[in-house]
T-cell receptor, first 114, second 114 residues
Framework: GEDVEQSLFLSVREGDSSVINCTYT??????LYWYKQEPGAGLQLLTY?????DMKQDQRLTVLLNKKDKHLSLRIADTQTGDSAIYFC??????????????FGTGTRLTVIP | DAMVIQNPRYQVTQFGKPVTLSCSQT?????MYWYQQKSSQAPKLLFH???????NEADTPDNFQSRRPNTSFCFLDIRSPGLGDAAMYLC?????????????FGNGTRLTVT
C-alpha cells in the first residue's frame, strides 16, 4: 500500500533556509503535494509537482523531486517565524476511485527560532 | 473570497449522542471530501462525493455517514460517537476527481466526545 514518511520535527533560525524531506513508496505516484497546517487550522495548499518534473520554484519555496529514490523535499528560503507550522507531504496516483485521494505523511513540525 | 467553510469550529458532544458537522463551499467544485485527523496523525479520507455520487472508503466505520443535498453543502453525520471519534474533521473540495486537481481544505471542526 501507500506509505509516506517524514521527519517529525525540524528547528531552524529565522533567516536560514529550511529543508523538509519526504519519502514515498508508491512508484505510480503522479502528483506530490505540500500542505501547511497552522495550529487549530485546516490544511493550506502550498505547492505541488507533477512526477515528470524535477524541480518547481514558487517565490521562497523550492520543491525537488527525485523520482528514482522516491524522495521529495520542500525548501523554504529566508524562513520567517510565520512559517512555523506542520508541513504535510501528500501523494496521489490514478486509482480509479473518482476522487483525488491524497495519502498524507505524518507531517513535519517546523519551529522557527527568532 | 471563494472558500471552504466549516461550522462549527469546535463541537462537543456526549458519548452516543448523534452529531452533525457541516461544510459549505463557494468554489463550485464537483468533489467534496471528508477527512478525519486524529491528534498528531495524518489526515485520513473517510469518503467523498463526486457530484451526487457517494464513495465510501473501505475502512470507514458504519457509524459515519454523509449527505450532500446540493453542490454547495456537505454534512458529516456521526450516529453514535465514541471516545475514539474525537478528532479534527476536515472538509475539502476539488474541481474534479483527477489527480492533478488540488484539494482545498476548510479550517476544520474539532470534535470532543465527553
Amino acid at each position: 500500500g501507500e506509505d509516506v514518511e517524514q521527519s517529525l520535527f525540524l528547528s531552524v533560525r529565522e533567516g536560514d533556509s529550511s529543508v523538509i524531506n519526504c519519502t514515498y513508496t508508491d512508484s505510480s505516484s503522479t502528483y506530490l503535494y505540500w500542505y501547511k497546517q497552522e495550529p487549530g487550522a485546516g490544511l493550506q495548499l502550498l505547492t505541488y509537482i507533477f512526477s515528470n518534473m524535477d524541480m518547481k520554484q514558487d517565490q521562497r519555496l523550492t520543491v525537488l523531486l527525485n523520482k528514482k529514490d522516491k524522495h521529495l523535499s520542500l525548501r523554504i528560503a529566508d524562513t520567517q517565524t510565520g512559517d512555523s507550522a506542520i508541513y504535510f507531504c501528500a501523494e496521489t496516483s490514478l486509482r480509479g476511485t473518482g476522487a483525488n485521494n491524497l495519502f498524507f505523511g505524518t507531517g513535519t513540525r517546523l519551529t522557527v527560532i527568532p | 473570497d471563494a472558500m471552504v467553510i466549516q461550522n462549527p469550529r469546535y463541537q462537543v458532544t456526549q458519548f452516543g449522542k448523534p452529531v452533525t458537522l457541516s461544510c459549505s463551499q463557494t468554489l463550485n467544485h464537483n468533489v467534496m471530501y471528508w477527512y478525519q485527523q486524529k491528534s498528531s496523525q495524518a489526515p485520513k479520507l473517510l469518503f467523498h462525493y463526486y457530484d451526487k455520487d457517494f464513495n465510501n472508503e473501505a475502512d470507514t466505520p458504519d457509524n459515519f455517514q454523509s449527505r450532500r443535498p446540493n453542490t454547495s453543502f456537505c454534512f458529516l453525520d456521526i450516529r453514535s460517537p465514541g471516545l475514539g471519534d474525537a478528532a479534527m474533521y476536515l472538509c475539502a473540495t476539488s474541481i474534479t476527481g483527477g489527480v492533478g486537481s488540488p484539494l482545498h481544505f476548510g479550517n476544520g471542526t474539532r470534535l470532543t466526545v465527553t
